[in-house]
């Protein structure tokens, strides 16, 4: 019998021990032992599916790569220390010197310093496109081109891109399409079903969803998750007992999580469009955005980020988040409590103006991502500091 969503994230768990504890407990241990020399060696050559040590295996990590399997309908997954552990590890295990990337230019600020500034010292280059032009992805294609990799919603624009259409262009030329999918979550969006081959998530971000642990996970076909899996074995992003417990009991109340987020951020977004000191609004279930009917195609529901453009550029950007009284300032996002960052002056400071710009990142741009407090103190906050 096939599970609702919701009773999957709840009752997915690993097998009970002899002392039948309701709940899956924490397993801090950094090793395993073996009933003899055979079984030893059978487990180092492979031939055994158990855990050796826990940077290679540990059942806490185990039941978390398990749940997030299941809810993005992937084969296997490996887990990681955080989210960009599970970006590089990612690339890193598939790629070779000479291959080449083709990226959305509206990425998380430190992919795109590991696209730009790290991968070029071992020969692996990277072409960019923007994410409402993807029709010319084909021109950029190059021979050595491996890879397709996007996000959406994207960080910090809350843009959305054509799943659907990217699987294709993939399928097409034989390309692996990677698809972070930190801001829908799996409830929301499940790239997989649309052509993705490979799903990353920073779990520090809605998964925990309460500002605890940090990290990462990419899940995908048994093939491909083999290899990342061989190369995390041996350089150790590997994500710890403790945070990968936390985070299967987070996933727990993912759902109804964010449920609320998404009612908060939906009701956020209309009262910034009626802002006088607001330009613009961007959030996925606005009507008003560009890629409304995309975003109603792809998501369950909006997701938690709503941007914003303050009228006054960069510095309007300072004041609003130096008047701020109850909202945080934060770089996370995905937390019980509402963050504000001003991207242009933090997360995406090192890039130059135009790629900030072809990012869809302006001077003026906030990014709120909407916790779960009371959304009536949430707008007052945000309206009192607009108009300060």
């Known amino acids: 019998m096939k599970n609702h969503f919701e009773t999957d ?12 504890e309701h709940s899956t407990p924490l397993y801090l241990t950094s090793s395993y032992i073996f009933e003899d020399a055979e079984d030893m060696r059978a487990s180092f050559a492979d031939e055994k599916d158990r ?20 809810m993005e309908g992937a084969e296997s997954g490996y887990a990681f220390a955080s989210g960009m552990s599970a970006v590089f590890s990612t690339f890193a295990a598939l790629l070779n010197a000479g291959d ?10 430190s992919t795109q310093t590991m696209f730009n500034n790290i991968f070029p010292k071992w020969n692996i280059a990277t072409s960019f496109f923007n994410f409402n032009e993807i029709e010319t992805i084909e021109s950029l294609i190059k021979p050595n081109t491996k890879v397709i990799y996007a996000e959406s919603p994207t960080n910090p624009a809350v843009d959305i891109l054509d799943l659907e259409l990217l699987g294709q262009i993939a ?15 799996p409830y929301l969006q499940q790239p997989i079903k649309f052509g993705a081959d490979l799903v990353i998530h920073s779990a520090t971000k809605l998964i925990d969803g309460q500002g605890r642990v940090l990290g990462g996970v990419t899940v995908g076909p048994t093939e491909l998750i083999q290899k990342i899996y061989l190369f995390s074995r041996n350089t150790g992003p590997a994500l710890s007992p403790f945070n990968a417990w936390v985070l299967s009991k987070s996933l727990e109340t993912l759902p109804v999580r964010v449920d609320r ?20 609004v961007k959030y996925p279930f606005l009507k008003s955005h560009p890629q409304y009917q995309l975003a109603k195609k792809q998501m369950k529901l909006g997701g938690n980020v709503v941007a914003f453009e303050i009228n006054g550029g960069i510095d309007a950007g300072r004041s609003f988040l ?58 007052n906050d945000l309206s009192q500091a607009l108009d300060a």
């Open 261 to 280: 987020h998404c009612e908060n951020a939906l009701k956020v977004a209309q009262f910034l469009e009626t802002h006088s000191k607001v330009n613009l």
């Open 51 to 70: 855990n050796i040590y826990s940077r290679y295996s540990n059942p806490n990590t185990t039941e978390f790569i398990y749940k997030i399997c299941k």
């Open 171 to 185: 399928k097409k030329h034989n390309l692996l399409l990677i698809i972070d999918n930190c801001f829908a979550t």
């Open 100 to 109: 080449h990337i083709l990226s959305s230019k509206s990425i998380f600020g």
């Open 9 to 20: 994230a709840i009752r997915t768990q690993t097998e009970r021990s002899q002392f039948l």
């Open 322 to 379: 130096n008047a701020i009284k109850l909202v945080s300032l934060s770089a996370n996002l995905g937390d019980t409590r509402t963050i504000v960052t001003h991207p242009a002056s933090t997360t995406h400071a090192k890039l130059t103006e135009e790629d900030r710009l072809e990012a869809g990142i302006t001077p003026g741009l906030v990014r709120v991502s909407v916790g779960l407090e009371h959304v009536e103190d949430i707008i």
